[in-house]
């Protein structure tokens, strides 16, 4: 199964971006789908996450505001609108597809997609 990421790029502060996710070979419906990150040094973080019926999603407190996680079950396709972007988000992003749980877990994530760079400059 193969998850594929686009939308990433350079962008200054204040800026934004929106990243898609397509999961063409996924019973997409049947999966949470996740956005994490992963700044240079740092950790993986799970930034927004969204129920498979699109109705209900979760936010990071960093992003919270700022971010919206939406999705097409239709298409396959899950997005991130990145608002007013801060140099602290520069990070890979990655999706990924939770078929048993919430989302609120890196382990439980099942497939992952190959990350897309975002770079905000201050």
């Known amino acids: 199964v193969q998850l594929q990421a686009s939308g990433g790029g350079l962008v200054e502060a204040g800026g934004f971006l929106r990243l898609s996710c397509e999961a063409p070979s996924l019973t997409f419906s049947s999966y949470v789908m996740g956005w994490i990150r992963q700044a240079p040094g740092k950790d993986r973080e799970i930034v927004a996450t969204?129920?498979?019926?699109?109705?209900?999603?979760w936010y990071a407190d960093s992003v919270k505001g700022r971010f919206t996680i939406s999705r097409e079950n239709a298409k396959n396709t899950v997005f991130l609108q990145m608002n007013s972007l801060k140099p602290e988000d520069t990070a890979v992003y990655y999706c990924?597809?939770?078929?048993?749980?919430?989302?609120?877990?890196?382990?439980?994530?099942?497939?992952w997609g190959q990350g897309t760079q975002v770079t905000v400059s201050s």
């Open positions: 990924a597809a939770d078929r048993r749980y919430n989302g609120a877990h890196l382990g439980a994530y099942d497939f």
């Open positions: 969204i129920r498979r019926s699109g109705v209900s999603a």
